[in-house]
């Protein structure tokens, strides 16, 4: 509990307010209106100029009393937040005191006050009338082109502001800034929790409201894609591609986990690239900070979203299932490996684990049956009188319902304690065993003896069939898998390079350009997140990062590393001479250096120059041949 609501009661207070009359009766006023029922309600005592109406002469009548009250800790100043008529949202004052009745508490008392304020904020985020899409993208375009700093009012569609100005003051009684701060903090932590806001570092609030918070997260990152994307596509659109393939191939799955990163990975990219470049504001900054911040919660978004639609799912097939009936076709249900592929798979989880449901596969040479039917004894009983009425079409369809059975029987206890029943089950499973049966059964069907022999073979024919079929059917759904990997391992491969590429690169970033020191191969292993040295060489390889030895250091690991010759280059080249020009003019003058020092950041810098120069030449070659007569 809070400091601030431990309250004196008279009984534990020396205080001399309460010889005040008005101190006295506004006290038990207070005290009066400080109960649970009334904190739930919002019913508190606020208004002590209303309370003693004609009695008092001035404000300052009532000013003083209370802020005796106060000061002798008998009553707390509070306050909660309304949300007036949909529009605007405004402090009000609340006083309490400290419960005199055993039944009442304080604590809870508090935190039905902090509940009014953040269900009237909550109503705020949910309800913005100036929320609609053509605003958002209109906030977006304005950022990116005019770069308007980030506050509330530049983009109010974007921001919301979810405290009034609260001053130390409220209707001239005095308002603890400490029991202010706590409770703001409070309301604040509840919102984030119940991620109905998202806060930025400057105090800004992005509202989450249920039913724009997806528009926007999906609005900003096509905002991204279009606008923003092609500005740095020289830049960073080898990054880009990669995202863009993976989320191509993501979106080919029939049912795709929730995922929301590779927008984030998009707007990290393009923000790790734009802001080093402006101290403030970036333009483009909103669409980016939209996707960022807004990502967990989109995730949890579409993570309930599923779950929400597979438990309908799942209570949709569980009504068909369980439906009472005496019909056969609507007791057991069989559902072809075609029609299941178009249900969530762990919709199929769920099913199979329901215990009012009995599961079973059956084997055809070309797929798997799902078989399902209630858990009950009076649906398989219904089941064998009826298909001993009315033959199923196929004959394996009697044979999946004893599969069916037979995989349960723990289940069904007491279903054969009934000769009839015992009788009716023999009679149908001779009509799906005659396929199995020699062909001269007919000759031997009056002897019993003869009789359980053939039922016997015909068994353990179709458990050595239903064997195969099994084996045939895992083997072809593994081979359809091993295509599947096959198919999406070389794009996978490929992302592990790159992303090994993206941590060597930024590794060298922070090396060269915030240390100023020059990356070798012994300082990229222990700085990047590398499994090994070979790893690092292959990498290095694959990309044609440019490899310079240092004269006088021959060992492979103190080589220096230089960035490719890529689509990057040209952004590095120009901060890589200015860095290295800077670095060598400080060693130069500082007489303390070993001159050595200087070697590598000089050797680099000519290494630079030297391939620049190249590149000009066979540039200019290619643009004027000379034919040699």
Same mark, same amino acid.
């Given at each position: 509990?809070?400091?601030?609501?431990?309250?004196?009661?008279?009984?534990?207070?020396?205080?001399?307010?309460?010889?005040?009359?008005?101190?006295?009766?506004?006290?038990?006023?207070?005290?009066?209106?400080?109960?649970?029922?009334?904190?739930?309600?919002?019913?508190?005592?606020?208004?002590?100029?209303?309370?003693?109406?004609?009695?008092?002469?001035?404000?300052?009548?009532?000013?003083?009393?209370?802020?005796?009250?106060?000061?002798?800790?008998?009553?707390?100043?509070?306050?909660?937040?309304?949300?007036?008529?949909?529009?605007?949202?405004?402090?009000?004052?609340?006083?309490?005191?400290?419960?005199?009745?055993?039944?009442?508490?304080?604590? %809870?008392?508090? /935190?039905?006050?902090?509940? !009014?304020?953040? @269900?009237?904020?909550?109503? $705020?985020? *949910?309800?913005? +009338?100036?929320?609609?899409?053509?605003?958002?993208?209109?906030?977006?375009?304005?950022?990116?082109?005019?770069?308007?700093?980030?506050?509330?009012?530049?983009?109010?569609?974007?921001?919301?502001?979810?405290?009034?100005?609260?001053?130390?003051?409220?209707?001239?009684?005095?308002?603890?800034?400490?029991?202010?701060?706590?409770?703001?903090?409070?309301?604040?932590?509840?919102?984030?929790?119940?991620?109905?806001?998202?806060?930025?570092?400057?105090?800004?609030?992005?509202?989450?409201?249920?039913?724009?918070?997806?528009?926007?997260?999906?609005?900003?990152?096509?905002?991204?894609?279009?606008?923003?994307?092609?500005?740095?596509?020289? %830049?960073?659109? /080898?990054?880009?591609?990669? !995202?863009?393939? @993976?989320?191509?191939?993501? $979106?080919? *799955?029939?049912? +795709?986990?929730?995922?929301?990163?590779?927008?984030?990975?998009?707007?990290?990219?393009?923000?790790?690239?734009?802001?080093?470049?402006?101290?403030?504001?970036?333009?483009?900054?909103?669409?980016?900070?939209?996707?960022?911040?807004?990502?967990?919660?989109?995730?949890?978004?579409?993570?309930?979203?599923?779950?929400?639609?597979?438990?309908?799912?799942?209570?949709?097939?569980?009504?068909?299932?369980?439906?009472?009936?005496?019909?056969?076709?609507?007791?057991?249900?069989?559902?072809?490996?075609?029609?299941?592929?178009?249900?969530?798979?762990?919709?199929?989880?769920?099913?199979?684990?329901?215990?009012?449901?009995?599961?079973?596969?059956?084997?055809?040479?070309?797929?798997?049956?799902?078989?399902?039917?209630?858990?009950?004894?009076?649906?398989?009983?219904?089941?064998?009188?009826?298909?001993?009425?009315?033959?199923?079409?196929?004959?394996?369809?009697?044979?999946?319902?004893?599969?069916?059975?037979?995989?349960?029987?723990?289940?069904?206890?007491?279903?054969?304690?009934?000769?009839?029943?015992?009788?009716?089950?023999?009679?149908?499973?001779?009509?799906?065993?005659?396929?199995?049966?020699?062909?001269?059964?007919?000759?031997?069907?009056?002897?019993?003896?003869?009789?359980?022999?053939?039922?016997?073979?015909?068994?353990?024919?179709?458990?050595?069939?239903?064997?195969?079929?099994?084996?045939?059917?895992?083997?072809?759904?593994?081979?359809?898998?091993?295509?599947?990997?096959?198919?999406?391992?070389?794009?996978?491969?490929?992302?592990?390079?790159?992303?090994?590429?993206?941590?060597?690169?930024?590794?060298?970033?922070?090396?060269?350009?915030?240390?100023?020191?020059?990356?070798?191969?012994?300082?990229?292993?222990?700085?990047?997140?590398?499994?090994?040295?070979?790893?690092?060489?292959?990498?290095?390889?694959?990309?044609?990062?440019?490899?310079?030895?240092?004269?006088?250091?021959?060992?492979?690991?103190?080589?220096?590393?230089?960035?490719?010759?890529?689509?990057?280059?040209?952004?590095?080249?120009?901060?890589?001479?200015?860095?290295?020009?800077?670095?060598?003019?400080?060693?130069?003058?500082?007489?303390?250096?070993?001159?050595?020092?200087?070697?590598?950041?000089?050797?680099?810098?000519?290494?630079?120059?030297?391939?620049?120069?190249?590149?000009?030449?066979?540039?200019?070659?290619?643009?004027?041949?000379?034919?040699?007569?």
């Amino acid at each position: 509990m809070h400091p601030f609501l431990e309250l004196k009661t008279p009984k534990d207070s020396v205080a001399s307010s309460l010889n005040n009359r008005t101190a006295f009766h506004l006290y038990q006023q207070i005290l009066k209106s400080s109960t649970v029922a009334n904190s739930k309600s919002g019913n508190l005592f606020f208004d002590p100029e209303q309370t003693l109406g004609l009695k008092i002469d001035s404000r300052a009548d009532i000013l003083y009393p209370m802020k005796r009250l106060l000061e002798d800790k008998l009553i707390l100043h509070l306050f909660y937040i309304s949300y007036v008529d949909r529009r605007e949202i405004k402090v009000h004052s609340c006083f309490i005191a400290a419960p005199s009745e055993k039944t009442e508490n304080i604590e %809870v008392i508090y /935190k039905n006050i902090l509940n !009014i304020s953040i @269900q009237n904020i909550l109503m $705020q985020i *949910e309800n913005n +009338p100036k929320f609609n899409i053509n605003a958002f993208r209109g906030e977006l375009g304005l950022n990116l082109k005019q770069n308007l700093p980030l506050v509330q009012e530049n983009y109010p569609i974007s921001f919301i502001k979810i405290f009034p100005e609260i001053g130390d003051l409220v209707k001239d009684i005095p308002l603890n800034a400490k029991v202010k701060e706590i409770v703001l903090e409070e309301i604040e932590e509840e919102l984030i929790l119940r991620n109905k806001i998202a806060k930025l570092e400057n105090g800004l609030y992005f509202p989450m409201a249920t039913n724009s918070m997806m528009e926007k997260f999906n609005i900003a990152d096509e905002f991204i894609k279009a606008e923003i994307a092609p500005i740095y596509y020289s %830049v960073v659109g /080898k990054d880009l591609e990669a !995202i863009r393939s @993976q989320e191509e191939i993501y $979106q080919m *799955e029939t049912f +795709p986990e929730p995922m929301t990163s590779f927008k984030k990975e998009r707007a990290e990219i393009l923000h790790r690239v734009i802001s080093p470049y402006h101290p403030n504001n970036f333009p483009g900054e909103l669409a980016i900070m939209t996707v960022l911040l807004f990502e967990k919660y989109a995730l949890d978004y579409l993570v309930h979203q599923e779950e929400t639609l597979i438990k309908e799912e799942v209570e949709k097939l569980r009504v068909k299932f369980l439906e009472p009936s005496k019909h056969w076709r609507d007791i057991v249900h069989f559902i072809h490996e075609e029609a299941a592929k178009t249900i969530h798979p762990k919709v199929w989880d769920k099913l199979k684990g329901d215990i009012s449901l009995v599961f079973a596969s059956w084997y055809l040479a070309k797929e798997e049956i799902y078989v399902f039917a209630p858990r009950k004894i009076s649906s398989f009983l219904n089941c064998i009188k009826d298909m001993s009425m009315q033959m199923p079409d196929s004959t394996w369809k009697i044979l999946a319902f004893k599969n069916l059975l037979e995989a349960n029987e723990s289940y069904l206890q007491g279903l054969f304690s009934n000769q009839d029943t015992v009788k009716l089950y023999g009679n149908l499973l001779s009509k799906a065993y005659i396929e199995y049966f020699p062909w001269y059964y007919p000759l031997f069907i009056f002897f019993n003896s003869f009789k359980n022999i053939f039922f016997a073979s015909a068994k353990k024919k179709i458990q050595s069939e239903q064997w195969e079929l099994e084996v045939r059917n895992r083997s072809r759904k593994r081979d359809a898998e091993k295509a599947r990997i096959i198919k999406y391992r070389k794009i996978t491969e490929e992302k592990v390079i790159e992303t090994r590429r993206k941590e060597i690169i930024e590794c060298m970033d922070n090396l060269y350009f915030k240390e100023n020191l020059i990356p070798t191969k012994q300082l990229l292993i222990q700085r990047c997140r590398l499994q090994n040295s070979e790893v690092l060489g292959a990498t290095l390889k694959k990309f044609a990062f440019q490899i310079i030895s240092i004269p006088g250091d021959e060992k492979i690991d103190r080589q220096a590393v230089l960035y490719p010759m890529d689509h990057e280059w040209r952004g590095k080249e120009s901060r890589l001479k200015k860095m290295l020009s800077k670095k060598m003019e400080a060693l130069e003058l500082n007489p303390s250096e070993d001159k050595k020092t200087i070697i590598p950041y000089k050797l680099i810098l000519s290494h630079i120059v030297s391939r620049n120069k190249l590149q000009m030449k066979e540039q200019s070659e290619d643009e004027n041949p000379i034919s040699e007569l």
